[in-house]
């Protein structure tokens, strides 16, 4: 079965200062890797996706993350953060063996301080 | 033109009623799907159709009914609402192998 763990519950980060949210997935063959973010009171936005191919895949809103196989991660960064990325992060796997059926993560959710 | 739209947005409700929150997608997907999103936030699939067709069906209560009358449509059907059904409910749609999924604003479900 496939799964998500996101370690890091919550983060607090300084403006202009760099994020990084990790991501650690479950499952036998090569997965499908996507980043969602959830602001209050919204539905979920994609950031970015990983299927094959280059395993640096650049997303919206200038994050970026990083597929690594031998590790069964897939972390999330951003070089500066500004304060409108408070917000609520999801890594989320799927599968072509699982109907492509996304399982999130618990979430992370990410503070900005001025 | 809102891609993935849901009504309503909030249903505060008395247990034991039944509602239903209705879903549309103008992105000429051919998969549907409903989420539901508890009070920590976790996100657990119900189910979704592709092209009409139920094609996952996780471990959900009879009372939830999910109804596609077209590819572009996915309603959600409860029967006798519980305290424990209080959530907020997505809907998402995605082309099958094509990327990730489009989601809805939600509809915030509160049964009282």
């Known amino acids: 079965a496939q799964s998500v763990t996101q370690p890091d519950i919550h983060i607090t980060v300084s403006e202009g200062a760099s994020l990084e949210l990790r991501c650690n997935y479950s499952y036998g063959a090569t997965p499908y890797l996507f980043w969602y973010v959830q602001s209050p009171g919204q539905g979920l936005q994609l950031l970015l996706k990983?299927?094959?191919?280059?395993?640096l895949v650049q997303g919206i809103k200038g994050f970026e993350a990083e597929f690594k196989r031998s590790q069964s991660s897939f972390n999330l960064r951003k070089p500066s953060v500004h304060w409108s990325d408070a917000a609520e992060y999801f890594c989320?796997?799927?599968?072509?063996?699982?109907?492509?059926?996304?399982?999130f993560g618990a979430g992370t959710t990410v503070t900005v301080r001025a | 033109d809102t891609a993935v739209s849901q009504t309503p947005k909030y249903l505060v409700t008395q247990m034991g009623n039944d509602k239903s929150i209705k879903c549309e997608q103008n992105l000429g997907h051919d998969t549907m799907y409903w989420y539901k999103q508890d009070s920590k936030k976790f996100l657990k699939i119900m189910f979704s159709?592709?092209?009409?067709?139920?094609?996952i069906n996780e471990t959900v209560p009879n009372r939830f009914s999910p109804k596609s009358p077209d590819k572009a449509h996915l309603n959600l059907h409860i029967n006798s609402l519980e305290l424990g059904d209080s959530a907020v409910y997505f809907c998402?749609?995605?082309?099958?192998?094509?990327?990730?999924?489009?989601f809805g604003s939600g509809t915030r479900l509160t049964v009282v």
């Open positions: 998402a749609s995605s082309q099958r192998g094509g990327g990730g999924y489009t």
């Open positions: 159709y592709n092209n009409k067709e139920l094609i």
């Open positions: 990983y299927f094959s191919g280059d395993t």
């Open positions: 989320a796997v799927g599968s072509v063996s699982n109907d492509y059926k996304l399982s």
